[in-house]
């Protein structure tokens, strides 16, 4: 798997769109972006995922640079339930390496 | 709810201990993922089944075991256990094991070795 880097923490406004940053500067063209939180202990939860086109879910969006190497979920209202840890995962494999994520604390 | 279930949510053993961990994946699931979460390593990959056989091992110590049964349900063997064994173990599965297609993890099984 790719390297990802995320930044450790960050806050955002209930109703507001959460924009989660993603680098991937060493990703091979055919590993995929994957994003998925866990909350507080429980298991994770996918949200979604890309190759190279941006993608759109219930749960959120993906924005993928045209050179592959940073991408960014968005979370378009997010609520106090959306504060959890974010995974970002480049990979062409079925086995997901998780980092460390970023925190996101959504705040009212 | 990710339709995979886990078994026991908690369980407290002493150290030497062997203990079973089960997990039932989505239904149409064949491929099964065990991972652990532990405080200081994050989540980590152990190994992973497809239709009953093996696919992927990670690090997975010896003294740890897996098994897909007929019925697609998957056990994980912890033998000898040790304090640092301490830890949430997920249970995850998907449709095929490629990397198009999407793993939905169990809520875990907390294991306390004291």
């Known amino acids: 798997d790719a390297k990802t880097t995320q930044p450790t923490s960050m806050d955002c406004a209930e109703g507001r769109a959460a924009n989660l940053p993603c680098n991937h500067s060493t990703i091979s063209g055919n590993e995929y972006v994957y994003w998925y939180r866990q909350i507080h202990s429980q298991g994770p939860q996918y949200i979604i995922h890309?190759?190279?086109n941006n993608e759109t879910n219930e749960m959120a969006s993906l924005i993928i640079t045209e050179d592959r190497k940073s991408s960014t979920l968005i979370l378009p209202h997010a609520t106090l339930r959306d504060t959890a840890v974010y995974y970002c995962?480049?990979?062409?494999?079925?086995?997901?390496?998780f980092g460390a994520g970023t925190t996101v604390t959504v705040r009212a | 709810d990710s339709g995979v279930t886990q078994t026991p949510k908690h369980l407290i053993t002493a150290t030497g201990q062997r203990v079973t961990l089960r997990c039932s994946p989505r239904s149409g699931d064949l491929s099964v993922y065990w991972y652990q979460q532990s405080l200081d390593q994050g989540l980590q990959f152990l190994i992973q089944?497809?239709?009953?056989?093996?696919?992927a091992k990670g690090n997975i110590l010896e003294r740890f075991s897996a098994q897909q049964f007929p019925d697609l349900h998957s056990e994980l063997n912890l033998s000898s256990l040790e304090l640092g064994d301490s830890a949430l173990y997920f249970c995850?599965?998907?449709?095929?094991?490629?990397?198009?297609?999407?793993?939905?993890f169990g809520e875990g099984s907390w294991l306390t070795v004291v």
């Open positions: 890309g190759l190279k």
């Open positions: 089944y497809y239709n009953g056989e093996e696919r």
């Open positions: 995850a599965s998907s449709v095929g094991y490629t990397e198009r297609n999407t793993i939905y």
């Open positions: 995962i480049a990979s062409n494999d079925y086995k997901l390496s």
